[in-house]
């Protein structure tokens, strides 16, 4: 089994920055892509970025140009920096670890509450 745990979230202005962190632990030898997907209030969990683990990113097309995420593969952790946030970025946060098998096993954390205020 991997654990998926976030960190970070909280409320922030207009035009401000935030910083999210997840950790995966337990069984993580066969997870590649870890990313960060945001769901809305009576919204469909949609992506906001993942990376492999040889650094590939994808970038949802409303966060590109002012997310980026990162990687740290010996601590199995994955970064999300959020700039120029938007009220419209407004939605709880989950982080997910996905392996490379086939089929693919996804694990989930919990969620962080992202809230942005104009």
């Known amino acids: 089994q991997v654990q998926v745990v976030e960190f970070g979230g909280g409320l922030v202005q207009a035009g401000g920055s935030l910083r999210l962190s997840c950790a995966a632990s337990?069984?993580?030898?066969?997870?590649?892509?870890m990313g960060w997907y945001r769901q809305g209030p009576g919204n469909q969990r949609l992506l906001v970025a993942d990376?492999?683990?040889?650094?590939?990113?994808n970038y949802g097309e409303s966060v590109k140009g002012r997310f980026a995420i990162s990687r740290d593969n010996a601590e199995s952790r994955v970064y999300l920096q959020m700039n120029s946030l938007k009220p419209e970025d407004t939605g709880v946060y989950y982080c997910?670890?996905?392996?490379?098998?086939?089929?693919?096993?996804?694990?989930w954390g919990k969620g962080t509450l992202v809230t942005v205020s104009s």
């Open positions: 337990g069984s993580i030898v066969g997870i590649n892509t």
């Open positions: 990376i492999t683990r040889g650094g590939s990113t």
């Open positions: 997910n670890a996905k392996s490379g098998y086939r089929p693919p096993m996804n694990y």
